[in-house]
């Protein structure tokens, strides 16, 4: 089972930038494609962005499309997020976890364990 240790979280101005890891343990995290979620309190769990298990082929919900990159390092068992020109909307905790694409679906969906996740605080 793999175990997730995210950081990077903070507190930027809007337009600012960020950048996220998840450090995996275990050594089946270059199986599995992995994923970032957010979540705010009250609401329901959002997928952000996947990167499939080479890191070839990416993936991005389209509120981040064009202002986020995931990318990933096998060889350190970590996922990164990229954060550019942030909004106060962004604001909220973020999660990486292993994650799938179901048939004819067009948003990816995380399994297994979660981490703690890092608080991201964009100021307007």
């Known amino acids: 089972q793999v175990q997730l240790v995210e950081s990077g979280g903070g507190l930027v101005q809007t337009g600012g930038s960020l950048r996220l890891s998840c450090a995996a343990s275990?050594?089946?995290?270059?199986?599995?494609?992995m994923g970032w979620f957010r979540q705010a309190p009250g609401k329901e769990r959002e997928f952000v962005a996947a990167?499939?298990?080479?890191?070839?082929?990416?993936y991005y919900a389209d509120s981040v499309k064009g202002r986020f990159t995931i990318s990933r390092d096998n060889a350190k068992n970590t996922v990164y997020l990229q954060m550019n020109s942030l909004k106060p909307e962004d604001t909220t905790v973020y999660y990486c976890?292993?994650?799938?694409?179901?048939?004819?679906?067009?948003?990816?969906?995380?399994?297994?364990?979660w981490g703690q996740g890092t608080q991201v605080t964009v100021s307007s």
């Open positions: 275990g050594r089946t995290f270059s199986s599995h494609a």
């Open positions: 990167i499939n298990y080479s890191g070839g082929s990416t």
């Open positions: 976890a292993p994650c799938w694409l179901p048939s004819g679906g067009s948003s990816w969906l995380p399994f297994g364990s």
